[in-house]
Every structure is written in C-alpha cells, then in structure tokens.
C-alpha cells in the first residue's frame, strides 16, 4: 500500500502565507486565517494517518513519516505565531487612548 503524497512545505512558508493573504484579500483577511488554519489541520491529519500506518505496519517510510509530522509541526507553530500576533496588535489597539 503506497502513502498519499503530502503538501510540499512551501504552501505554509511564510512567502505562501502572504500569498495565501493576498489571494484571500479581496474577501477579508479572516478567511486568509482561517484557511491556513484548515491546511495546518491537513498536514496534521495526514500525520496522524501516516503515523497509524506506520504502527500498524503498514507503512515501512520512517523517514517519511518524522518528515510528515515535521511539516505539521511547523505549520502548526506558524498558526500559533500568527494568531499569537493578532492578539497582540488587538490589545495594543484596545490599550490606545482615544
């Protein structure tokens, strides 16, 4: 049994990310989040599968699989970091006098 191939690393670099942000400009940059949200979510489903097949032997790509659960872990800290920045930028906005 062969493993799906995986989204390559680039679409959640941050070079992807701002372009992922322009193409979802047009609509509001809520939905340019949310959609590398759901594509960090992906990768993190696709780990996980990778990982099952790989403890129920079906699947002999160790490597494969700690690159898989590499990439998830990465776009995952990427999600973070942006979300950890927009609550940022929301309490400076919200400490400034008016």
């Known amino acids: 049994m062969s493993v799906s191939p995986i989204i390559p690393v680039t679409s959640v670099s941050p070079a992807a990310a701002t ?17 590398m949200v759901t594509e960090a979510n992906q990768q993190q489903l696709a780990a996980d599968k990778a990982i099952e097949e790989l403890a129920a032997g079906k699947s002999d790509g160790l490597h494969q699989v ?4 590499a990439r998830a872990d990465l776009s995952f800290r990427l999600v973070l970091e942006m979300r950890n920045k927009l609550v940022e930028s929301y309490q400076e906005i919200m400490r400034m006098q008016v």
């Open 19 to 35: 372009s992922a942000t322009a193409r979802s400009a047009d609509k509001s940059p809520g939905n340019a989040f949310a959609q």
């Open 66 to 69: 700690v690159l898989t659960a």
